[in-house]
């Protein structure tokens, strides 16, 4: 490995670079250095991935090179001449763009609208709208992202909103793009067309950073990478000279274990019981249409599916987040309509959500009180007037220990730890609490291949030890191994349900995930009987 590293920046030292950040160091107010002296650079016409474990600073360094952060230390040569990056809009300016992992995009608005919003066309003193159009049309056919410019952006699947916002970048003349987390909601149909095109955006001089965990598709698409652990760059290497194994040990620092092992399950009595449930949305349009399923005890049902096609709206059903409009839930035999999140979380049910800083941590508080969140009444940590401080440091510290949670102390702020980190704060709050149901929506969504490894185990041992889990996830490696049996939902309907997912493929799956396969009713109740 270290041959490969030496030889590679032998490379790079003949080659010429288009653009290059030299000795960042990026040092955060609290003392946490997120970046230390670390080199990166890109040639014209590479797709270059950069892989590390939440909290390895590639984030941060990718932020200052688009302007959201400044570092202490370093520079950045683009074209052979020092730049300065103050803002987004300078780094647009100087032809960097970033798709971020959560769109940036007005639902309201057509496609076009979005296009050109901040820099419209104009006719007279009005936007141009038949022209916003017409380049919108043109950009798109040019990169073959074909796009409706008129389609409200509300209106549009995951795969297409995720179009707009490349084209959003090359119609601002971006000729860098920084694409984080691209494929984390993407069926595999939808992800090998955006492999497609970023290929041609390659072969039309295009320059693409990649940002995945997901080292599968790093092993098919980039040319080369770099690898960053604990803020510092582990070397550059060429994509076909290292294995996923080698990429995923230069991570994290060990071996990782990327396949699931687990037994067989052995169910008991239903847990979760979901009858002919359907719920409108808050556009007034029916999200979920007469569904009908269980989860038992001692095992795990996964519920895969493209973002938007009914399973939030379950979760939050389950989990008292919304209201039941038609059917029942039934958890431990009780029927939650008339009861409260916190009256169901007391039959037993946890949530790990999909979106870990709204709805999973308190992020001004520190992480002995969000691992406190859901016990602080409880005996064991108050007493009749005061809490018992030494009794709720024992447990913070023994927790932050069990699930390997990196800080400073159980006192440091949830909002200044790395993602992988929060949701183990989440994780550890959650499976802590001996559950008789667990929904995990997304458990493992935008984090790195060590804290996945570890919170994937831990549903298992979770199943074995007797817990019902429902398991929401886009993953669609994930679904498949975790899932003793599986559901698909597409439009709000269930469209498969797969008693053995050992018999499943990811393209077979992928296609019951796009409505092009469905299962008849006849055999989705068959399946949800047996």
Request: glycine share 8%; proline share 3%.
């Amino acid at each position: 490995m270290e041959t490969a590293v030496f030889i590679i920046k032998g490379e790079l030292l003949m080659q010429s670079e288009l653009l290059s950040m030299n000795g960042i160091t990026k040092v955060y107010p609290n003392g946490i250095v997120a970046n230390e002296s670390v080199d990166f650079s890109i040639r014209k016409g590479e797709i270059h991935a950069l892989v590390g474990e939440n909290g390895a600073g590639k984030s941060t360094l990718m932020k200052i090179l688009f302007g959201l952060e400044h570092p202490e230390e370093g520079e950045i040569i683009l074209n052979g001449e020092q730049i300065q990056i103050s803002s987004p809009n300078a780094a647009i300016d100087h032809g960097i763009g970033m798709v971020h992992q959560h769109f940036m995009l007005v639902p309201s608005l057509t496609v076009a609208e979005n296009m050109v919003l901040g820099s419209e066309p104009k006719k007279g003193l009005y936007v141009n709208l038949k022209k916003a159009v017409a380049e919108t049309k043109e950009l798109a056919e040019k990169y073959n992202l074909i796009v409706d410019p008129t389609a409200k952006i509300r209106d549009l699947p995951v795969g297409i909103k995720q179009k707009v916002e490349i084209l959003k970048a090359l119609y601002r003349g971006a000729e860098v793009l920084i694409l984080d987390e691209p494929t984390a909601v993407l069926t595999p149909q939808e992800t090998k067309e955006l492999f497609e095109e970023l290929h041609l955006l390659k072969d039309q001089g295009n320059t693409i950073i990649f940002i995945s965990h997901k080292l599968h598709e790093i092993k098919e698409l980039c040319d080369r990478l770099t690898i960053m652990r604990n803020g510092k760059s582990q070397g550059v290497f060429n994509v076909s000279d290292v294995s996923e194994a080698d990429i995923s040990r230069l991570m994290v620092g060990r071996d990782v274990i990327l396949k699931v092992e687990k037994e067989d399950a052995d169910p008991g009595d239903v847990i979760l019981d979901v009858d002919k449930l359907t719920v409108i949305n808050d556009f007034g349009k029916q999200a979920v249409n007469d569904i009908s399923f269980s989860v038992r005890k001692g095992e795990i049902l996964g519920v895969a599916g493209v973002e938007g096609n009914g399973q939030g709206e379950l979760v939050e059903i389950i989990t008292g987040l919304k209201q039941i409009h038609f059917g029942d839930v039934r958890i431990c035999g009780n029927n939650i309509k008339p009861l409260s999140i916190k009256e169901i979380r007391n039959l037993g049910t946890c949530h790990i959500p999909e979106d870990r800083m709204t709805y999973g941590v308190a992020e001004s508080l520190d992480i002995e009180q969000n691992l406190l969140a859901d016990k602080h009444d409880s005996p064991e940590y108050t007493g009749k007037f005061l809490t018992k401080p030494k009794v709720i440091r024992e447990n913070s510290l023994k927790l932050i220990e069990e699930y390997k949670i990196k800080c400073g102390s159980p006192l440091q702020e949830v909002k200044m730890l790395s993602g992988g980190n929060i949701q183990k704060v989440v994780v550890a709050r959650e499976f802590s609490s001996s559950p008789q149901l667990i929904i995990a929506d997304q458990p493992t969504r935008g984090i790195d291949v060590g804290a996945t490894e570890f919170i994937r185990k831990r549903l298992v041992e979770l199943r074995d030890q007797g817990s019902a889990v429902l398991l929401v996830s886009a993953d669609l490696n994930e679904v498949m191994e975790l899932s003793d049996s599986l559901i698909v939902m597409y439009g709000g309907e269930i469209t498969a349900y797969i008693k053995d997912t050992k018999s499943l493929n990811e393209e077979e799956l992928g296609l019951y995930m796009l409505g092009i396969n469905r299962q008849s009713p006849e055999e989705i109740g068959r399946a949800i009987h047996v």
